[in-house]
């Protein structure tokens, strides 16, 4: 294979129909993945680079590739990496790989964040306070007024007849340039006069609430007491425990997608999972403050006195009732953990157990957020129901099915 000439179009048809032969469900999307994984280049990339031809270390990633997707191994595991709604997302073997299901509950997490802790406007400044919109914004206002004066002197320009340059005289009057110049000096003096009316203005005295205006000392003092007055408040800082973190997908897309407004903390039992979870967060560029790992069984190494202080518990736990584990697709019950996988006999061992510590960890109007199996959702929701949760909601998935269970918790516990 590496002695032949391969370029990408040939390696992306070979594959697709070797793996349409050995079953793949979308064979060419799969090659797609493989080969955009091999060469570093993203898909629509291969499509404008079909003749460029494949060098030997590529070949050998590529094959190697396609032999473990031949035999079943996800996708994910192979090119080492997944997208998760605004990140991407490594992904390794012994670690649950991201599912679609769980952007949504990251999403709903994300509705209660801004309507009751942060307030709708967390999530616009967020789009502000990224780095390149200023400048952006700012080269599309000067780009856009530039052009506003360039088509303002084509148009004075164009408006002067050879008539008109012949009374003006040949020389500067009646040039193209005079017109640019004349249209340069009109908006000088327009912006002139914008600037000498905000300074009338802003010596205009100020009035009370009669219209008679306030001066000396007592203009002063008006002065003053709007200095004094406090400036609107910031929203605080909202605090989420997450408990089994896996990739840190979900802490790390809401401490990214509200950055600045969200703190997360967030536990795991499997030491790879947050190996890798602190590897995503270091590549996001977030800190331990923002997005904090524990290797711990659940909730057991959050400090006594954090207890009752979060604002949601979010969790995609083991879900899968044992006798639905045994016709999971081969990609999953074979390569996916179990320990990530496997619910118990109904999927909600893990369920219960998070139900129970929910009322310790979260305030007084806490959410409390789980995935889970879709034939589960009604009897969780039952739970929280008799657990004395409030505004109890199964939340359906982008197939229809019932995913995931939401409830507020109204009376936190304290421990004994």
């Given at each position: 294979m590496a002695n032949e000439i391969w370029t990408i179009k040939r390696c992306l048809e070979w594959t697709k129909e070797y793996l349409a032969e050995r079953g793949e469900e979308h064979p060419r999307l799969s090659a797609e993945w493989l080969l955009c994984a091999a060469t570093g280049l993203a898909r629509i990339d291969l499509y404008m680079r079909m003749d460029e031809m494949l060098n030997a270390a590529q070949l050998e990633t590529m094959h190697a590739a396609v032999v473990r997707r031949a035999k079943g191994e996800p996708l994910q595991y192979i090119t080492g990496s997944t997208q998760f709604r605004m990140i991407d997302v490594a992904c390794a073997p012994g670690v649950l790989i991201p599912r679609p299901e769980t952007e949504m509950l990251v999403e709903e997490v994300l509705n209660y964040l801004d309507a009751e802790v942060l307030g709708p406007e967390a999530a616009a400044r967020q789009r502000v306070e990224l780095p390149w919109n200023d400048e952006v914004e700012q080269a599309r206002k000067a780009e856009a007024a530039l052009a506003d004066e360039r088509a303002t002197a084509e148009r004075r320009a164009a408006n002067l007849t050879a008539a008109d340059e012949a009374a003006l005289g040949s020389d500067v009057l009646g040039s193209r340039a005079y017109a640019?110049?004349?249209?340069?000096?009109?908006?000088e003096e327009a912006a002139a006069q914008a600037a000498e009316a905000e300074t009338a203005e802003a010596a205009e005295p100020e009035l009370d609430e009669y219209g008679i205006a306030i001066e000396g000392?007592?203009?002063?003092?008006?002065?003053?007491?709007?200095?004094?007055?406090?400036?609107p408040a910031e929203p605080r800082t909202a605090r989420v425990l997450e408990v089994g973190c896996g990739t840190g997908c979900i802490s790390l897309s809401l401490a990214w997608e509200r950055r600045g407004h969200v703190t997360c903390t967030a536990t795991d039992i499997e030491p790879r999972a947050i190996d890798l979870a602190t590897k995503n967060r270091d590549a996001l560029g977030l800190t331990a403050d923002e997005v904090a790992f524990s290797l711990t069984n659940l909730v057991s190494s959050i400090p006594h006195d954090e207890w009752g202080t979060f604002d949601v518990l979010v969790s995609n736990p083991p879900y899968i009732p044992t006798d639905v584990m045994r016709s999971l697709p081969h990609e999953v019950k074979d390569f996916e953990p179990d320990l990530a996988l496997e619910g118990g006999a109904d999927g909600l061992d893990i369920f219960r157990r998070l139900l129970n510590a929910a009322p310790y960890m979260l305030r007084a109007g806490g959410l409390f957020a789980c995935e889970l199996y879709e034939g589960a959702l009604d009897a969780a929701a039952e739970l929280c129901r008799q657990a004395g949760l409030s505004d109890v909601r199964v939340v359906r998935d982008l197939t229809d099915r019932p995913r995931i269970v939401r409830a507020i918790v109204t009376e936190p516990k304290q421990r004994q």
């Amino acid at each position: 294979m590496a002695n032949e000439i391969w370029t990408i179009k040939r390696c992306l048809e070979w594959t697709k129909e070797y793996l349409a032969e050995r079953g793949e469900e979308h064979p060419r999307l799969s090659a797609e993945w493989l080969l955009c994984a091999a060469t570093g280049l993203a898909r629509i990339d291969l499509y404008m680079r079909m003749d460029e031809m494949l060098n030997a270390a590529q070949l050998e990633t590529m094959h190697a590739a396609v032999v473990r997707r031949a035999k079943g191994e996800p996708l994910q595991y192979i090119t080492g990496s997944t997208q998760f709604r605004m990140i991407d997302v490594a992904c390794a073997p012994g670690v649950l790989i991201p599912r679609p299901e769980t952007e949504m509950l990251v999403e709903e997490v994300l509705n209660y964040l801004d309507a009751e802790v942060l307030g709708p406007e967390a999530a616009a400044r967020q789009r502000v306070e990224l780095p390149w919109n200023d400048e952006v914004e700012q080269a599309r206002k000067a780009e856009a007024a530039l052009a506003d004066e360039r088509a303002t002197a084509e148009r004075r320009a164009a408006n002067l007849t050879a008539a008109d340059e012949a009374a003006l005289g040949s020389d500067v009057l009646g040039s193209r340039a005079y017109a640019e110049e004349l249209a340069d000096r009109e908006a000088e003096e327009a912006a002139a006069q914008a600037a000498e009316a905000e300074t009338a203005e802003a010596a205009e005295p100020e009035l009370d609430e009669y219209g008679i205006a306030i001066e000396g000392a007592d203009q002063e003092t008006a002065s003053a007491l709007d200095a004094a007055a406090p400036a609107p408040a910031e929203p605080r800082t909202a605090r989420v425990l997450e408990v089994g973190c896996g990739t840190g997908c979900i802490s790390l897309s809401l401490a990214w997608e509200r950055r600045g407004h969200v703190t997360c903390t967030a536990t795991d039992i499997e030491p790879r999972a947050i190996d890798l979870a602190t590897k995503n967060r270091d590549a996001l560029g977030l800190t331990a403050d923002e997005v904090a790992f524990s290797l711990t069984n659940l909730v057991s190494s959050i400090p006594h006195d954090e207890w009752g202080t979060f604002d949601v518990l979010v969790s995609n736990p083991p879900y899968i009732p044992t006798d639905v584990m045994r016709s999971l697709p081969h990609e999953v019950k074979d390569f996916e953990p179990d320990l990530a996988l496997e619910g118990g006999a109904d999927g909600l061992d893990i369920f219960r157990r998070l139900l129970n510590a929910a009322p310790y960890m979260l305030r007084a109007g806490g959410l409390f957020a789980c995935e889970l199996y879709e034939g589960a959702l009604d009897a969780a929701a039952e739970l929280c129901r008799q657990a004395g949760l409030s505004d109890v909601r199964v939340v359906r998935d982008l197939t229809d099915r019932p995913r995931i269970v939401r409830a507020i918790v109204t009376e936190p516990k304290q421990r004994q």
